[in-house]
């Protein structure tokens, strides 16, 4: 397997003066995920954690129920690339010839290629039943502690992280990517394979938060998101909709509270 880092030449000018010093960078390679083998996406993403990508993408697209609809994963390691075949078992693999569609998907953007406007709108879970609610000081712990685990992240200042925070157990499981929708699809595949209690814990993600984050942390079944940086408009209604609980903006003990705030403790004094 490729390693997910690189190291470069370069000459860095600095206050003091400048240096010739080699600069870690991460790499980005081509991903096609194969079904029946035929290549229903192509991603741009992080050479690690392939075999969760298959199984988080498969889930969070909707193409698989459950982790057990997958007869086999194989990884492929080509040129140019990786081919991850998967081979799903008839029933799911007769519903997705069905659906069959064509994606390909840039970095920037987990919609690309999608075939129709109801297809980048689809409903989403509603996991408006959970119960679960998270303090102020949680909520600065969660990005903390996901902080703590962004190895590729430290090394190379250009990877996205996302993790699962459950409340006195920390962050559960991570994964980074360079594709923001590729490390949560990865933590998805992740979180698959363990026991973790997902109706009480939240998402946390270094990323904005676009619509396609909300489609797949609602297809995980999470009732909170955290994310560092902002929300888009559609993300908002999407989560108010899916009766998930967004949190946004996160810089140490402060934060915005855009959507269901019953489930975070806030002071006594709102103005």
Excluded: W
Aim: charged content about 25%.
């Amino acid at each position: 397997m490729t390693s997910p880092l690189a190291s470069f030449p370069r000459v860095a000018q600095r206050r003091d003066g400048v240096h010739e010093s080699p600069r870690t960078l991460p790499e980005e390679t081509a991903i096609a995920l194969s079904y029946g083998g035929t290549t229903h996406a192509v991603m741009m993403a992080t050479p690690a954690d392939l075999e969760d990508f298959a199984l988080g993408f498969s889930l969070t697209e909707g193409i698989i129920a459950s982790p057990g609809e997958i007869e086999s994963i194989h990884v492929e390691d080509l040129e140019l690339g990786f081919d991850i075949q998967i081979r799903l078992k008839d029933a799911a693999n007769h519903r997705f010839e069905a659906r069959r569609r064509r994606l390909a998907g840039p970095v920037g953007c987990g919609l690309c290629g999608i075939e129709s406007i109801e297809e980048a709108m689809r409903d989403v879970k509603n996991v408006v039943g959970a119960s679960f609610r998270l303090s102020q000081e949680q909520i600065t712990e969660s990005v903390k502690l996901l902080s703590e685990q962004q190895v590729l992240h430290h090394a190379t200042g250009a990877v996205h992280a996302a993790g699962l925070y459950s409340p006195g157990k920390g962050i559960i499981a991570a994964r980074e990517d360079v594709g923001r929708h590729n490390a949560l699809d990865k933590l998805a595949g992740a979180l698959s394979r363990l026991d973790a209690d997902i109706g009480k814990s939240a998402i946390v993600i270094t990323s904005r938060v676009s619509v396609e984050m909300v489609q797949k942390a609602a297809a995980i079944g999470v009732p909170v998101i955290i994310a560092v940086s902002a929300p888009t408009a559609l993300a908002l209604r999407t989560a108010e909709a899916a009766g998930i609980t967004l949190v946004a903006l996160v810089r140490g003990d402060e934060y915005d509270i855009f959507t269901h705030r019953e489930r975070i403790g806030v002071s006594d004094h709102v103005s």
